[in-house]
């Protein structure tokens, strides 16, 4: 098998005073993604959760930091047309996860590029005030970025953006209705099943959001492989 991914760490901060996100919050977002890669979490899980608590997993893969860059720029927000990794191109993305952190307007806290793109747009975009310590409560423990990085590792959102019968192309996950939002009580049912509202890719609380199942972990894992859309790092 692979055994241990580690991803090394591009860090661009793009804010009118790139200071404002600290270097000790940079270290907590990557003992966040660490943590969450790497930790199943099963005893946060509700007792009851006795299926969950078998596909809950630890990923084994691990994030680096290998820079940080700061950029003190005016514009008061970015959307999420790209425009700022335009601004400030991604440094080797075909070896390095380069993740942008600005204001991105809009109420947004991040999106991310799927493998196989374009490289000059490959990489995650993180809402500077959901690092931890930010101010975006409910949102400021981190998860953003472990949500994130899940798209850019290939996951798609837990309840496959559709109705009942949408994919998310991971077996494991059970199908929903929609997102979910806040810190849901157990059991929460809709589409017939019980929805993993505690999933990294569900749109819940950062207190509320704990797990990757095993079939996500390998979902991510197989674009490691030869042939896959990140196979060069
Ligand atoms: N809405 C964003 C997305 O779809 C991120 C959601 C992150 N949720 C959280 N609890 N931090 O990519
Ligand atoms: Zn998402
Ligand atoms: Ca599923």
Same mark, same amino acid.
């Given at each position: 098998?692979?055994?241990?991914?580690?991803?090394?760490?591009?860090?661009?901060?793009?804010?009118?005073?790139?200071?404002?996100?600290?270097?000790?919050?940079?270290?907590?977002? %990557?003992?966040?993604?660490?943590?969450?890669?790497?930790?199943?979490?099963?005893?946060?899980?509700?007792?009851?959760?006795?299926?969950?608590?078998?596909?809950?997993?630890?990923?084994?893969?691990?994030?680096?930091?290998?820079?940080?860059?700061?950029?003190?720029?005016?514009?008061?927000?970015?959307?999420?047309?790209?425009?700022?990794?335009?601004?400030?191109?991604?440094?080797?993305?075909?070896?390095?996860?380069?993740?942008?952190?600005?204001?991105?307007?809009?109420?947004?806290?991040?999106?991310?590029?799927?493998?196989?793109?374009?490289?000059?747009?490959?990489?995650?975009?993180?809402?500077?005030?959901?690092?931890?310590?930010?101010?975006?409560?409910?949102?400021?423990?981190?998860?953003?970025?472990?949500?994130?990085?899940?798209?850019?590792?290939?996951?798609?959102?837990?309840?496959?953006?559709?109705?009942?019968?949408?994919?998310?192309?991971?077996?494991?996950?059970?199908?929903?209705?929609?997102?979910?939002?806040?810190?849901?009580?157990?059991?929460?049912?809709?589409?017939?099943?019980?929805?993993?509202?505690?999933?990294?890719?569900?749109?819940?609380?950062?207190?509320? %959001?704990?797990?990757?199942?095993?079939?996500?972990?390998?979902?991510?894992?197989?674009?490691?492989?030869?042939?896959?859309?990140?196979?060069?790092?």
């Amino acid at each position: 098998g692979l055994g241990t991914i580690t991803i090394p760490v591009y860090f661009h901060i793009v804010l009118p005073n790139a200071n404002d996100v600290t270097n000790s919050q940079l270290q907590s977002q %990557m003992n966040v993604l660490n943590s969450d890669f790497n930790s199943s979490n099963t005893n946060q899980l509700p007792s009851g959760a006795t299926n969950f608590v078998n596909d809950a997993t630890t990923t084994n893969i691990n994030f680096t930091l290998a820079g940080t860059y700061r950029y003190n720029n005016s514009t008061a927000s970015w959307g999420t047309n790209n425009a700022v990794k335009a601004a400030y191109p991604p440094i080797t993305p075909e070896t390095h996860l380069n993740i942008w952190v600005c204001n991105i307007g809009g109420g947004i806290l991040g999106y991310a590029q799927f493998p196989g793109g374009n490289s000059n747009t490959d990489g995650v975009v993180l809402l500077h005030s959901s690092l931890p310590g930010g101010s975006a409560a409910p949102y400021n423990l981190g998860r953003t970025a472990t949500h994130e990085v899940g798209h850019y590792l290939n996951l798609r959102h837990i309840w496959g953006d559709g109705r009942c019968n949408q994919d998310d192309f991971v077996l494991d996950t059970p199908s929903s209705d929609g997102a979910n939002y806040g810190c849901p009580s157990y059991p929460t049912i809709n589409c017939k099943s019980t929805d993993m509202t505690m999933n990294y890719m569900d749109y819940t609380n950062d207190s509320c %959001m704990y797990m990757f199942t095993d079939g996500q972990r390998n979902r991510m894992r197989a674009i490691f492989t030869s042939g896959g859309a990140r196979a060069s790092m």
